[in-house]
Structures are given as structure tokens and as C-alpha cells.
């Protein structure tokens, strides 16, 4: 069994499901890892949020989902909307869109247009709050154990442990609360929301968030970078002026990438931060250490 990370669906389900079936027909037992933002944007949020509710972090279960910063902002959205409810400020969810309280992705609206039962949206509201903040997981490729934090938005160095797994304790109530108190935003909203990610030495960080397809280098591909992978090809802006975006899973046991369209041609800077993503730096010897030192020495003039 193989793993696969897909990036930023946001409503695009005709698009996940043909990318889905195009990977199983050459592994049925594929596994998939979602890094998060399936709904808003695109044309069948409801739809995909229903399949990932049905199919999504189940016990044994074939595919995961991480939290993204447009299910995050629905917990809010949602909650608000039950508390105006209690209130009587409000009696339907299109009475509470007609207030302005909707967010700027009108999923709020979306849902009154729908005729989404109050219950279910209890459901989705549940749902969100129980996705997964990241995911950790070593896989062998090339027979040496490579150790994976997948995200959504980004890793700060704060959040990770020397031995480069993720620092636990920053989701704690504690954890939550002491980086709150630095500029007001959690270690959730920091992590569903920061647009880059640290450089670790061995552990390399995949993410979404940021769409690749008005990237000149990447092109709507899988963008690789210094020890982090952004798995983001822009999907929904798919158009005239973004013809190349796409949707795009990578596979981490060998880093293929499998797309729903296909793909240009990856550029030459792409291909180089590819080639070099698995290199890991070589500890110098204590010889070269010295030798280095020793013409450092002579440089500053102290020799």
C-alpha cells in the first residue's frame, strides 16, 4: 500500500474522484492523505463535504483529512449562526446570510440554497471541530526511513521537537493559549494559515494553502522546495488564466506525481529543488572541520 497526499480540492469532487480512480486503477490499495480546504470556491462544496464525512478518518479507513483554514473559519461561522438562532436574532440560514453574517466564500448561503437541515449542519460543525490539526508518518524510500509532517498551511520552527516531530504540546490548551498571547492567533490558526514552513534537516514538511498555478517556476505543479513539498495546484482557478492548474497528489514512497490533468512540462528549477529534496546534508568530518577553521583563522589575519 502506497500514500498518497492530495492538495486543496475546495468543491472541485468530479475533478478528486477522476484523480482518485486514475491512482487506483494502478494501486487499489492506494491510501490518501487530504491536506485540507475540500469546500468553498468551487462548484460542489456540499458535495465533497458529504463524501468526506462519510469516507474520511474512519477507523482503518483508506482516506484522511487534515484541517484547512476554510473548514477552521466554518467552526466560527457555524456556531455563530446557532447562537444567533438561540437568541432570536435570526430563524433560517438565509435569514442569517440577509444579516451580513455570512463569510466571503457565501458558504452560508450556499447551504440556505440547498435547504441544508439545521441538524446536518450540527453535523457539519462537529466534523470540523475533529479533523486533525497535521499528520505524522515515516515511509522508506530508496531503503532509508524518511520522516514526513504533513500540514496545511505551514510549520513553524516553534512547533517542532529537536528530534523533529511535532511538538504536541502547542495544541494543548496551554500551548494554545501561550501563542495567543504573542500577536492573537493560535497555534491552529498559525498552522492552517502561514504560507512557509521551516527547513528541517531530515524531516521533510508537505502542505497546500498556496496555489502553484501563478507560480512561473511550478507552473499549477507540485512545488519543491527546501525540505517542504507544496501540494496546492490550484485546481479551481483552472481557466484562461490559468490553464495549467490542476489537481495533484503526490506519492511519498517515491515522489511521483500524479495529476487530474495533464501536467506541462516541470521547469528546470523545479526539477533541480526535486533532485535535491532527498539529499540530506553530510555531518563534515572532524578533519574538514579543522581545515576550515584553519583557513578562517588565516582570513581574519589570527595566523
Same mark, same amino acid.
Given at each position: 500500500m502506497s500514500t498518497y497526499v492530495?492538495?486543496?480540492?475546495?468543491?472541485?469532487?468530479?475533478?478528486?474522484?477522476?484523480?482518485?480512480?486514475?491512482?487506483?486503477?494502478?494501486?487499489? +490499495?492506494?491510501?490518501? @492523505?487530504?491536506?485540507?480546504?475540500?469546500?468553498? $470556491?468551487?462548484?460542489?462544496?456540499? %458535495?465533497? /463535504?458529504?463524501?468526506?464525512?462519510?469516507?474520511?478518518?474512519?477507523?482503518?479507513?483508506?482516506?484522511?483529512?487534515?484541517?484547512?483554514?476554510?473548514?477552521?473559519?466554518?467552526i466560527s461561522l457555524l456556531e455563530r449562526y446557532?447562537?444567533?438562532?438561540?437568541?432570536?436574532?435570526?430563524?433560517?440560514?438565509?435569514?442569517?446570510?440577509?444579516?451580513?453574517?455570512?463569510?466571503?466564500?457565501?458558504?452560508?448561503r450556499?447551504?440556505?440554497?440547498?435547504?441544508? +437541515?439545521?441538524?446536518? @449542519?450540527?453535523?457539519?460543525?462537529?466534523?470540523? $471541530?475533529?479533523?486533525?490539526?497535521? %499528520?505524522? /508518518?515515516?515511509?522508506?524510500?530508496?531503503g532509508k526511513r524518511q520522516h514526513f509532517i504533513i500540514v496545511h498551511g505551514g510549520l513553524r520552527i516553534d512547533f517542532v521537537n529537536e528530534d523533529e516531530t511535532f511538538k504536541k504540546s502547542t495544541l494543548s490548551r496551554k500551548g494554545l493559549l501561550f501563542e495567543?498571547?504573542?500577536?492573537?492567533?493560535?497555534?491552529?490558526?498559525?498552522?492552517?494559515?502561514?504560507?512557509?514552513?521551516?527547513?528541517?534537516?531530515?524531516?521533510i514538511v508537505i502542505h497546500g494553502h498556496t496555489p502553484t498555478c501563478d507560480d512561473p517556476n511550478i507552473e499549477g505543479r507540485i512545488g519543491f522546495g527546501q525540505k517542504e513539498v507544496n501540494v496546492d495546484g490550484g485546481c479551481v482557478f483552472r481557466s484562461k488564466a490559468y490553464p495549467n492548474a490542476n489537481l495533484a497528489a503526490l506519492r511519498l514512497e517515491d515522489l511521483e506525481e500524479f495529476y487530474r490533468y495533464d501536467p506541462g512540462p516541470i521547469t528546470e528549477v523545479n526539477k533541480e529543488k526535486k533532485d535535491q529534496l532527498l539529499k540530506r546534508k553530510r555531518r563534515p568530518s572532524k578533519k574538514e572541520r579543522e581545515a576550515w577553521m584553519k583557513e578562517a583563522e588565516q582570513w581574519l589575519g589570527l595566523v
Amino acid at each position: 500500500m502506497s500514500t498518497y497526499v492530495v492538495g486543496d480540492i475546495h468543491g472541485c469532487y468530479e475533478e478528486f474522484i477522476d484523480l482518485v480512480e486514475k491512482i487506483e486503477k494502478q494501486d487499489a +490499495s492506494a491510501h490518501f @492523505i487530504l491536506v485540507g480546504d475540500i469546500i468553498d $470556491r468551487g462548484p460542489d462544496s456540499i %458535495k465533497m /463535504l458529504r463524501w468526506a464525512m462519510d469516507s474520511c478518518n474512519k477507523p482503518d479507513g483508506k482516506f484522511e483529512l487534515i484541517l484547512g483554514n476554510h473548514e477552521y473559519e466554518k467552526i466560527s461561522l457555524l456556531e455563530r449562526y446557532f447562537s444567533f438562532c438561540e437568541d432570536g436574532l435570526a430563524n433560517s440560514m438565509e435569514e442569517f446570510c440577509r444579516q451580513r453574517q455570512d463569510d466571503s466564500y457565501h458558504f452560508g448561503r450556499t447551504l440556505a440554497e440547498e435547504h441544508i +437541515s439545521d441538524e446536518e @449542519i450540527k453535523q457539519y460543525c462537529r466534523f470540523f $471541530r475533529l479533523l486533525p490539526i497535521y %499528520k505524522e /508518518l515515516d515511509v522508506t524510500i530508496q531503503g532509508k526511513r524518511q520522516h514526513f509532517i504533513i500540514v496545511h498551511g505551514g510549520l513553524r520552527i516553534d512547533f517542532v521537537n529537536e528530534d523533529e516531530t511535532f511538538k504536541k504540546s502547542t495544541l494543548s490548551r496551554k500551548g494554545l493559549l501561550f501563542e495567543a498571547r504573542k500577536d492573537g492567533h493560535n497555534t491552529i490558526e498559525k498552522i492552517v494559515w502561514d504560507r512557509c514552513s521551516v527547513a528541517l534537516r531530515r524531516t521533510i514538511v508537505i502542505h497546500g494553502h498556496t496555489p502553484t498555478c501563478d507560480d512561473p517556476n511550478i507552473e499549477g505543479r507540485i512545488g519543491f522546495g527546501q525540505k517542504e513539498v507544496n501540494v496546492d495546484g490550484g485546481c479551481v482557478f483552472r481557466s484562461k488564466a490559468y490553464p495549467n492548474a490542476n489537481l495533484a497528489a503526490l506519492r511519498l514512497e517515491d515522489l511521483e506525481e500524479f495529476y487530474r490533468y495533464d501536467p506541462g512540462p516541470i521547469t528546470e528549477v523545479n526539477k533541480e529543488k526535486k533532485d535535491q529534496l532527498l539529499k540530506r546534508k553530510r555531518r563534515p568530518s572532524k578533519k574538514e572541520r579543522e581545515a576550515w577553521m584553519k583557513e578562517a583563522e588565516q582570513w581574519l589575519g589570527l595566523v
